[in-house]
């Protein structure tokens, strides 16, 4: 499976660090791109340094995963900004409200936006995931048009019903739920009634 991921300035760089992990142990062929807030948030949130420099950021984040490629947030040659390219699916998470607002208005001013776009135009499988709260009635509009485009809305709030001991479970939760909509098979939760 051919997986696009974008990360966007939005908090919940853990989201994307587990997500990133998950697809490629499940042999996934990712191509990540991350935007300059994503950077940051990725920075701060995993490795404590909101100035650690784009190439350390994203050699931390790939650091032993097999499967990644990593393109630059305007390198509109990538596959993913062309329908034509062979592409399963697409997610951006953690998904950031003006990256949300960007998309839904068709604007495609970076690689993550064009490449949700396509995915919206070829009527393939896109997951966006906010954690943005509270919402205002723009963000809630925005999150409509793009669900009535076809996207899927995961956001980025974990439930509690499987006993989660740790930080990780919470994120497990989410990052399951994404994997769900992938069609990818997990055992990061404990589902619903099982045992």
């Given amino acids: 499976m051919n997986v696009f991921l974008g990360i966007t300035g939005a908090s919940g760089a853990p989201y994307a660090a587990r997500l990133l992990s998950n ?23 995993l490795y404590g340094d909101p100035a650690l420099p784009h190439e350390d950021v994203v050699a931390r984040l790939t650091d032993g ?8 947030i305007k390198e509109f040659t990538a596959p993913y900004a062309s329908g034509s390219a062979k592409v399963d699916a697409y997610v951006v998470c953690p998904c950031s409200m ?3 607002a960007t998309i839904a208005a068709g604007a495609m001013a970076n690689l993550v936006h ?14 966006l995931v906010p954690r943005e709260t509270p919402l205002s009635a723009i963000h809630l509009e925005n999150l409509l048009r793009l669900r009535r485009a076809g996207a899927t809305i995961v956001f980025a709030a974990p439930g509690f019903y499987h006993a989660p001991q740790t930080v990780g479970d919470l994120v497990d939760f989410v990052v399951a739920r994404c994997l769900d909509q992938l069609g990818i098979e997990n055992r990061l939760m404990q589902r619903w009634g099982q045992e």
């Fill in 23 to 45: 697809l490629t142990t499940s042999g996934c062929e990712v191509g990540v791109t991350i935007s300059e807030a994503g950077r940051e948030v990725l920075a701060t949130e």
């Fill in 65 to 72: 995963l097999d499967g990644v490629t990593v393109y630059g």
């Fill in 98 to 100: 003006a990256t949300a």
């Fill in 114 to 127: 064009r490449a949700a776009s396509v995915a919206l135009k070829e009527e393939r499988k896109l997951v």
